[in-house]
């Protein structure tokens, strides 16, 4: 006889997490309260001051400052990264030194140097070393400003961290990429721009990003230039009201909502790559018979070469 009998599934009970997350909302549940509904917080000071016009300019100096940081560094970066991977015993061996150095330097020790560079050189000079040949020649004072002093000291620590990111995002590719790419006969730069970096910026973003929001967070440090970016705004206020904690929840707020657009960013650019890495795997057969045409044609070619 055929068996009816149906078979009852139990899913499997977890006492201890709904007691781990009951506890977690308890404690969330008393975190808010405190903080919401503790007169020493000052909210009322906080919310006068969060769109006040002196605010909004120090977050534009901040947000121009994190802009052209990551844009020079990623620039220099890369340049810098090329270099490593060079098979110039020289140019190598110089990317390291710059890389070793300013990745043991502190910010803030830079951006003081730098800001008192007048002191060591008057002036600045293009020129031929040793020689008196000069092309042009400018006072260091005029040159290094309070700005341009910030951005230089933020790209040049930057741009070693950013270096060691995309040579890491190359070094992760695998070398059959690299043999594959060089088969089909395309030109280097087109080889690394089309094949290699498409592959390697799966692994150069999460750590890229993250570079950038700690470069974010980092412009705080040019405080020490007397720049008036956030901080040093907030800063300057709170020592003139005495308003300290709303106005120091003033500038983490806005922290916050620069590192959570970051972030947001950060999560579309990555599901893009993967929509296209996806589009890739739907139709292999089609990158398979292009990669074999190419290859066909490099082939070709040398035989008419050797001919």
């Known amino acids: 006889m055929k068996n009816t009998e149906t078979i009852k599934v139990v899913?499997?009970?977890?006492?201890?997490?709904?007691?781990?997350?009951?506890?977690?909302?308890?404690?969330?549940?008393?975190?808010?309260?405190?903080?919401?509904?503790?007169?020493?917080?000052?909210?009322?000071?906080?919310?006068?001051?969060?769109?006040?016009?002196?605010?909004?300019?120090?977050?534009?100096?901040?947000?121009?400052?994190?802009?052209?940081?990551?844009?020079?560094?990623?620039?220099?970066?890369?340049?810098?990264?090329?270099?490593?991977?060079?098979?110039?015993?020289?140019?190598?061996?110089?990317?390291?030194?710059?890389?070793?150095?300013?990745?043991?330097?502190?910010?803030?020790?830079?951006?003081?140097?730098?800001?008192?560079?007048?002191?060591?050189?008057?002036?600045?000079?293009?020129?031929?070393?040793?020689?008196?040949?000069?092309?042009?020649?400018?006072?260091?004072?005029?040159?290094?400003?309070?700005?341009?002093?910030?951005v230089v000291g933020l790209t040049l620590v930057q741009s070693a961290y950013t270096a060691e990111i995309i040579r890491g995002g190359f070094l992760g590719v695998d070398h059959g990429q690299y043999e594959a790419a060089a088969a089909l006969g395309l030109p280097a730069w087109r080889r690394t721009l089309r094949i290699i970096l498409p592959q390697a910026l799966r692994t150069i973003l999460p750590s890229g990003f993250n570079e950038i929001i700690s470069l974010a967070k980092g412009t705080a440090m040019v405080y020490v230039l007397a720049m008036p970016e956030l901080f040093y705004t907030i800063q300057m206020i709170y020592n003139r009201t005495q308003e300290v904690i709303p106005l120091l929840m003033v500038g983490a707020v806005w922290y916050l909502v620069i590192t959570s657009v970051l972030s947001a960013i950060q999560y579309l650019v990555e599901r893009w790559l993967a929509r296209s890495e996806r589009r890739s795997a739907i139709s292999p057969s089609r990158v398979r018979s292009y990669s074999t045409a190419r290859v066909a044609q490099a082939q070709e070619a040398v035989h008419a070469n050797l001919s």
Do not use: H
């Open 11 to 150: 899913p499997a009970r977890y006492p201890l997490r709904t007691v781990g997350a009951v506890v977690a909302l308890f404690v969330l549940a008393a975190i808010v309260q405190s903080v919401a509904f503790n007169p020493r917080w000052e909210w009322t000071v906080f919310a006068r001051w969060f769109f006040d016009p002196v605010i909004l300019e120090g977050l534009g100096q901040t947000l121009l400052l994190t802009l052209l940081g990551t844009a020079l560094s990623v620039i220099f970066g890369g340049l810098l990264a090329l270099a490593r991977l060079s098979s110039s015993w020289l140019l190598s061996s110089l990317a390291w030194s710059y890389i070793w150095l300013f990745r043991s330097l502190p910010l803030i020790v830079v951006l003081i140097i730098l800001y008192n560079f007048s002191y060591l050189y008057d002036t600045l000079s293009l020129g031929i070393p040793f020689t008196g040949i000069q092309w042009a020649s400018y006072q260091t004072i005029n040159v290094l400003g309070q700005f341009s002093t910030a």
